[in-house]
């Protein structure tokens, strides 16, 4: 990044001048002030001629626009240095947009150089430079709270797959720690805050962090569907921890595997589908006291038809909580990029999760209640039939009105021709008989249309 490297350099030699710079005395803040030291040797312009090397006036709120250049410049060299930019994917949105404002910072720093000595000319151009400064101060507390957001996902699941990996070895843990992370899920959920689909690739970063990110991915899903289910309502941490645990069992399996594109061989599939049977042992070798959560890992993998395993139950002798699983773990699995296809969006893998209640392999009752996380779930990036992209904010709940599910309310980010609009205009679908969403955009469209004004909508 040899920008942000030459950047570091001005960004070195203009803090070492600006200390220099005498702050003004109080009484005089509002006139302009003769400084010791010139604006022009900050720059390292300064006429060689005696005539010439009468200092220039700085006037204070040019001072104070230069002292918070300075905070700001600070501020982009420690971001600069975060290990999650510092060998940033070409496409990561986050990367090209911190390049933008490195950009930015740097024309701010030359700018800064260039303050002519007579007042009403400087504060003319105080005028742009406030601007750019709040440009900048803008775009840099984007990109702190996009890394805080990633930052602890990546947490989340480092800390999960220590603990799975710690069971799968036989050591004792500790249920509180499952139960605690499944409670933080759950405020997540009841605070209305939109899902984030965690992608972990098991050949470069271990199968524990796969298994982790999906587990976490089965567990906000299942957070928003134990409220509707009078069985667990009341009681709705244990579900969602015992999501958490249920694949522990696959830690038994090799990234090769779990990556392989082309079709299982029979033997293949006998090894994927032991993980299962496994999970529960694991969980009740170093769990005792999770006996019923055993119960119910086992049987998740299996189908109201018969045709799931390990056992091949059928219908009510599967536990209902195992019958919930299922399908949470079947939408969780279709929103994420796997070897044989790329991650669906949220109305097609809803569809998916339907045709196979229809089909009788899911629970059809509480396959509805997927209807709760409507078609176009909070955040979802959407199109709509006139071309005005937005995100959804608010969604109408309900099993028996699919209409109301596919018009929730949306903030619109662009005009019918793509142009950003200057502030979000929130529209509510089912409150109008004009337009509809075509469809959610994926990841590449989101970063070409909305990557410059926000980056945290496309990953």
């Known amino acids: 990044m040899s920008d942000t490297r030459?950047?570091?350099?001005?960004?070195?030699s203009f803090r070492a001048k600006l200390e220099g710079v005498p702050r003004l005395l109080p009484a005089e803040a509002d006139r302009p002030q003769q400084l010791a030291q010139s604006l022009q040797q900050l720059a390292d312009t300064v006429p060689q001629t005696v005539a010439e090397a009468e200092p220039p006036r700085l006037t204070a709120r040019a001072f104070?626009?230069?002292?918070e250049a300075r905070e700001l410049i600070d501020h982009q060299k420690k971001l600069t240095g975060d290990?999650?930019?510092?060998n940033p994917a070409e496409t990561d949105p986050l990367a090209k947009f911190h390049r933008g404002t490195v950009g930015l910072t740097d024309s701010a720093l030359k700018l800064a150089q260039l303050f002519p000595a007579a007042a009403e000319a400087q504060l003319r151009m105080c005028d742009g430079f406030e601007h750019l400064l709040q440009v900048i101060r803008h775009r840099l507390s984007v990109l702190e709270h996009s890394l805080a957001v990633r930052r602890a996902d990546?947490?989340?699941v480092d800390q999960l797959s220590k603990w799975?990996?710690?069971m799968h070895l036989g050591n004792a843990v500790r249920a509180e720690g499952f139960l605690n992370l499944a409670e933080v899920i759950l405020d997540e959920a009841r605070q209305g805050g939109h899902m984030r689909f965690l992608s972990v690739d098991p050949l470069t970063d271990g199968v524990a962090k796969f298994v982790a990110a999906h587990a976490i991915n089965v567990a906000q899903v299942l957070a928003r569907l134990v409220p509707h289910d009078f069985e667990w309502a009341m009681k709705p941490t244990m579900p969602v921890a015992a999501a958490l645990m249920m694949d522990v069992g696959m830690l038994d399996l090799s990234a090769d595997l779990l990556t392989k594109a082309a079709p299982?061989?029979?033997?293949?599939k006998r090894m994927i589908e032991s993980h299962a049977r496994r999970s529960a042992d694991i969980l009740r070798a170093v769990l005792p006291e999770a006996g019923t959560m055993a119960d119910l890992v086992v049987a998740h993998h299996e189908r109201i038809d018969g045709t799931g395993y390990p056992n091949g139950f059928r219908a009510d002798t599967i536990p209902s909580l195992a019958r919930l699983l299922a399908v949470a773990d079947v939408y969780a699995a279709l929103r994420v990029d796997r070897?044989?296809?790329v991650a669906l969006e949220p109305r097609a893998a809803m569809t998916e999760v339907m045709l196979m209640a229809e089909e009788g392999k899911l629970d059809r009752d509480f396959t509805e209640y997927m209807l709760h996380l409507s078609f176009h779930p909070i955040g979802t990036v959407i199109e709509l039939t006139d071309g005005r992209i937005g995100i959804v904010v608010s969604t109408h709940n309900s099993r028996t009105n699919l209409r109301a599910s596919m018009r929730p309310v949306v903030a619109l980010l662009t005009n019918t021709m793509g142009?950003?609009?200057p502030r979000p205009e929130f529209l509510d679908l089912a409150a109008t008989e004009v337009g509809s969403i075509v469809r959610a955009l994926p990841a590449a469209e989101r970063r070409e249309k909305l990557g410059e004004w926000y980056p945290d909508l496309c990953s």
């Open 64 to 67: 104070r626009l230069l002292t």
């Open 154 to 156: 990546a947490a989340r």
């Open 164 to 166: 799975l990996t710690a």
């Open 83 to 86: 290990a999650l930019l510092v």
């Open 6 to 12: 030459q950047l570091l350099a001005r960004i070195s």
């Open 339 to 341: 070897p044989h296809r």
């Open 419 to 421: 142009d950003v609009l």
């Open 264 to 268: 299982l061989t029979d033997g293949e």
